[in-house]
């Protein structure tokens, strides 16, 4: 039925398309990677007449109108661009964070650059963009996992030397409940909620795996306190399964895999299974800076995540992807951190990152590209002497109480910073065999808008949002 309905979607939204042609873009990363401050730029940019050189059809003035439509999903909450602009720009400060998914369809009118395309073309696309948490991803191997694998697997990992701290509220009520016995609704909350905190600790917590299922656990979206979201693993024993009904193990496996049928399936098959191209955003200076182990968590879960992208096609997902997406980018965000020349070395550690997941997943047929970039540039780059030594810096405002080496910042007053290197060799920063100077890492406020070279409109700076828009979109405005 899922097939059947995929196919009848895609048929229906492909005959609306040879009328008015659409592009489904999904932009993903895990919690704060800055998925919700490149949609801002990217839409800001469009609309405004940016200054986007290397996004052809604007460098060629062959953009008409731009202007944002009524999205094609109705259950989709919308993507709060108004409010997200108005933080930006009148406040100066980062707009709230993605929770859950939401979309925003903007409208493009345009020339095409051949005449001969331009006698056919309607010379108009629409671009839907989807955003939701990377988190949900995580969730695609649950599928193929029952209850008590999941429960085995969770367990030996928040039992693994070094954990204590982190899970052992979790253990404690864990080892409490005997999956046979019968079930209780507050000890099952209690359950839940002290494997999420477990969950959370992990992600904040550098020094540990950071991106552990489920993936609503972490990012529960309008879902937090279902039944379908309130279990979590119990010490199964397989000899003993299945438990009796009404059971801690009978209610817990039922509950997982409702979870699985009522959470994870439709996300996969209502949104995920309609993307035609992606962006997977990355923070790595942020994985960089805690460590060498922090660095192979994230190159795990990207692993996990891009593997969604290229699923098997005998799998359930696979069987799903009626269109297969055709480009992927995966983007180090938040490059303004760091002074150019350290841009090549970034996408360097990234390329390194996800070398592995995507040679594995069997990416022919999709275009992948790598980039440093940042969709907001909230700094600029100066160079100072130091004892004769020429310094690469950043110039930019820190928050209000940011810290350097123990001065406070008021959120006033702008400064330079040397952000430091990123090592030569990514390969042996990935295995630990040399550490990165820790990076001098603080937020700074969001920029004022610069002055385009036609001198007339106002356009949010950025690093390189141009090249990845031209990878995402250029060849549909060609
Ligand atoms: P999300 O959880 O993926 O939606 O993450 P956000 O888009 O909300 O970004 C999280 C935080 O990262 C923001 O509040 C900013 O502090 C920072 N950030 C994101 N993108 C950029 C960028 O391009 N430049 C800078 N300097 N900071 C950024």
């Not at 909450?77 to 720009?89: D, G, I, N, S, T």
Request: aromatic letters at 8%; charged letters at 25%; glycine letters at 8%.
């Amino acid at each position: 039925a899922d097939e059947a309905r995929i196919a009848f979607d895609n048929l229906s939204e492909r005959a609306t398309g040879l009328f008015h042609p659409t592009l489904r873009l999904g932009v993903a990363g895990l919690s704060r990677a800055g998925k919700t401050v490149f949609i801002t730029a990217l839409v800001h940019n469009l609309l405004h007449g940016g200054r986007l050189p290397l996004f052809a059809a604007q460098a060629g003035g062959r953009i008409g109108r731009t202007y944002l439509e009524e999205q094609p999903d109705d259950a989709v909450p919308r993507f709060q661009y108004e409010e997200h602009v108005r933080a930006l720009l009148e406040d100066r400060l980062w707009p709230d964070s993605t929770r859950a998914i939401s979309e925003l369809r903007l409208t493009i009118e345009f020339e095409s650059a051949s005449g001969w395309s331009r006698m056919f073309s309607a010379g108009k696309l629409s671009l839907d963009i989807v955003d939701y948490p990377g988190e949900w991803l995580l969730d695609l191997p649950l599928l193929e996992k029952d209850f008590a694998r999941f429960s085995k697997e969770a367990v030996e990992r928040a039992r693994l030397p070094g954990r204590e701290a982190l899970a052992g509220d979790f253990l404690a009520i864990l080892d409490g409940i005997d999956p046979a016995a019968e079930a209780d609704e507050v000890t099952s909350a209690r359950l839940h909620s002290a494997f999420a905190e477990y969950l959370r600790r992990c992600r904040a917590d550098t020094t540990a795996l950071s991106t552990l299922p489920p993936g609503r656990f972490l990012m529960p979206g309008d879902l937090e306190g279902s039944p379908a979201l309130t279990f979590g693993p119990l010490n199964v024993d397989p000899a003993a399964a299945p438990y009796p009904k009404g059971s801690f193990g009978a209610v817990h496996a039922r509950r997982y895999e409702a979870y699985k049928s009522v959470v994870v399936k439709p996300f996969f098959r209502d949104h995920f299974a309609r993307l035609d191209r992606q962006i997977l955003l990355v923070d790595v200076m942020q994985a960089i800076n805690a460590g060498p182990a922090a660095v192979r968590d994230l190159e795990a879960a990207l692993a996990d995540i891009l593997a969604c992208f290229r699923p098997g096609r005998a799998s359930w997902l696979g069987s799903l992807l009626s269109r297969r997406m055709d480009r992927i980018l995966v983007a180090a965000t938040k490059a303004d951190h760091l002074h150019r020349e350290s841009h090549r070395r970034l996408e360097a550690v990234v390329r390194r990152l996800v070398e592995d997941a995507i040679r594995r997943a069997e990416f022919s047929g999709a275009q992948v590209d790598i980039v440093a970039m940042a969709a907001i540039r909230a700094t600029r780059e100066a160079n100072v002497e130091d004892g004769g030594e020429r310094l690469p810096v950043i110039v930019g405002t820190p928050m209000a109480g940011e810290e350097i080496a123990g001065r406070r910042f008021d959120g006033q007053t702008e400064t330079a910073v040397f952000p430091g290197d990123l090592p030569e060799d990514p390969a042996r920063l990935l295995k630990g065999e040399v550490r990165a100077d820790p990076l001098t890492f603080v937020r700074f406020r969001p920029p004022r808008l610069e002055r385009t070279a036609e001198g007339l409109t106002l356009s949010l700076p950025h690093i390189r949002l141009d090249r990845a828009l031209q990878f995402l979109v250029g060849d549909r405005l060609a």
